[in-house]
Nanobody
Framework: VQLQASGGGLVQAGGSLRLSCAAS????????MGWFRQAPGKEREFVAD????????YYADSVKGRFTISGDIAKNRVYLQMNSLKPEDTAVYYC????????????????WGQGTLVTVSS
């Protein structure tokens, strides 16, 4: 499975960005698609995930109510709409796939995209 993440950039606090992740090759293996992030000097952390059928989603407490994960299953794409961004949201965001649900740790994910940088200025 190959994953391509895009949509990162520089935004002011309070602004919005939408990240996109496209999956290809062996997508029948995917049950869950998720987003993680890694801020400078910190460990990678779970952000949100969604099941292949789009019926179930889950969010980290730190983004709940501000971020929305959605999927266009027919196009093997997952999106992360990020609103009310804060400087502490600054990180490299990674999309990943898992054959499990729930899947909340990076060890449960099999394939990873290259990451896209989100920078939120104060």
């Amino acid at each position: 499975v190959q994953l391509q993440a895009s949509g990162g950039g520089l935004v002011q606090a309070g602004g919005s960005l939408r990240l996109s992740c496209a999956a290809s090759g062996g997508t029948f293996l995917i049950w869950t698609m998720g987003w993680f992030r890694q801020a400078p000097g910190k460990e990678r952390e779970f952000v949100a995930d969604i099941t292949r059928d789009g019926r179930s989603t889950y969010y980290a407490d730190s983004v709940k109510g501000r971020f929305t994960i959605s999927g266009d299953i027919a196009k093997n794409r997952v999106y992360l709409q990020m609103n009310s961004l804060k400087p502490e949201d600054t990180a490299v965001y990674y999309c990943a796939t898992s054959r499990k649900w729930p899947a909340r740790t990076e060890y449960e994910y099999d394939y990873w995209g290259q990451g896209t940088l989100v920078t939120v200025s104060s």
